[in-house]
């Protein structure tokens, strides 16, 4: 049976509402005549503005409902597909809201904003539906944890062969053994690079060494090498993992902070409506 994603979710389902959403909200504001062109303080724009703020609000109540499982007002892949594309609708209803008119204000500030949100949830929609398959492949049958394993099994294979080496590729190894990391600053994570990897260094330094080297020596260096290489492998699947799931991750850090930018900008474009106007 084939996956089934969050876009199709029963049969495109809040693809056609929100587009139903769209469409309304279309015609109603060309049908709308007003004394002047349709804006943000008639009773389209009223309406709008109304339908606008609940889909924000239902919106950001997403947040609580997938941690909610206990609950059956849905499931989480059904509100989540009504999340992607009533965030969609959201762009046009809004902007619909707006009449177009926009200044250096603070309700073009929350309109910023509510588009920014909007953009940061469509890199997420890519990110969940690109990176999850790349980390299988990138996995194949292993979990991170077992290529960890591995990679501490060639440690210990690599120095207890490497002890009946000379002195100088001791060194190397010994360093490429003991200086392997995994992570650390953002910048590897998110690359998935080390470019002081110390295994990397060993490899590029043993053949160069080797070269001196004659008989049961030169083939106890080859086997060092061939370890290396295999270790090498699964650090780049190690960290390529990491960097996928930290993909995963990162956007929340813009997108959940600009919901609660956005929610404050909504808040007091509100009251200041309710207030002033």
Same mark, same amino acid.
């Given at each position: 049976?084939?996956?089934?994603?969050?876009?199709?979710?029963?049969?495109?389902?809040?693809?056609?509402?929100?587009?139903?959403?769209?469409?309304?909200?279309?015609?109603?504001?060309?049908?709308?005549?007003?004394?002047?062109?349709?804006?943000?303080?008639?009773?389209?724009?009223?309406?709008?503005?109304?339908?606008?703020?609940?889909?924000?609000?239902?919106?950001?109540?997403?947040?609580?409902?997938?941690?909610?499982? +206990?609950?059956?007002?849905?499931?989480?892949?059904?509100?989540?597909?009504?999340?992607?594309?009533?965030?969609?609708?959201?762009?046009?209803?809004?902007?619909?809201?707006?009449?177009?008119?926009?200044?250096?204000?603070?309700?073009?500030?929350?309109?910023?904003?509510?588009?920014?949100?909007?953009?940061?949830?469509?890199?997420?929609?890519?990110?969940?539906?690109?990176?999850?398959?790349?980390?299988?492949?990138?996995?194949?049958?292993?979990?991170?944890?077992?290529?960890?394993?591995?990679?501490?099994?060639?440690?210990?294979?690599?120095?207890?062969?490497?002890?009946?080496?000379?002195?100088?590729?001791?060194?190397?190894?010994?360093?490429?053994?003991?200086?392997?990391?995994?992570?650390?600053?953002?910048?590897?994570?998110?690359?998935?690079?080390?470019?002081?990897?110390?295994?990397?260094?060993?490899?590029?330094?043993?053949?160069?060494?080797?070269?001196?080297?004659?008989?049961?020596?030169?083939? +106890?260096?080859?086997?060092?090498?061939?370890?290396?290489?295999?270790?090498?492998?699964?650090?780049?699947?190690?960290?390529?993992?990491?960097?996928?799931?930290?993909?995963?991750?990162?956007?929340?850090?813009?997108?959940?902070?600009?919901?609660?930018?956005?929610?404050?900008?909504?808040?007091?474009?509100?009251?200041?409506?309710?207030?002033?106007?």
């Amino acid at each position: 049976m084939r996956h089934q994603s969050i876009l199709e979710y029963a049969h495109f389902r809040w693809l056609k509402a929100a587009l139903g959403l769209s469409i309304l909200a279309g015609a109603a504001y060309l049908w709308h005549d007003p004394p002047m062109k349709p804006y943000g303080g008639t009773w389209l724009g009223y309406a709008l503005g109304t339908a606008g703020a609940l889909i924000i609000l239902w919106l950001l109540w997403f947040g609580v409902r997938k941690r909610s499982y +206990l609950s059956r007002a849905g499931t989480v892949q059904g509100w989540l597909s009504a999340h992607v594309y009533l965030g969609t609708a959201l762009l046009v209803v809004a902007t619909l809201h707006t009449g177009f008119e926009l200044g250096w204000n603070l309700h073009t500030l929350a309109y910023v904003l509510m588009v920014a949100t909007v953009a940061s949830g469509f890199y997420g929609v890519y990110i969940y539906l690109s990176v999850p398959g790349l980390m299988t492949a990138n996995r194949g049958e292993e979990t991170l944890d077992a290529m960890l394993l591995k990679i501490a099994d060639l440690d210990r294979e690599i120095r207890e062969q490497a002890l009946s080496l000379p002195d100088r590729i001791l060194v190397v190894v010994n360093a490429s053994l003991d200086g392997t990391r995994l992570g650390g600053s953002l910048a590897r994570v998110v690359t998935g690079r080390d470019r002081g990897c110390p295994t990397a260094a060993a490899l590029r330094a043993l053949p160069e060494i080797g070269k001196t080297l004659s008989g049961e020596a030169a083939n +106890l260096h080859h086997e060092v090498y061939t370890l290396l290489l295999r270790k090498s492998e699964l650090l780049a699947r190690a960290r390529r993992d990491l960097r996928f799931k930290a993909r995963l991750d990162l956007w929340l850090y813009a997108h959940v902070p600009l919901s609660i930018a956005l929610l404050a900008a909504l808040a007091a474009h509100v009251v200041s409506v309710f207030l002033y106007w």
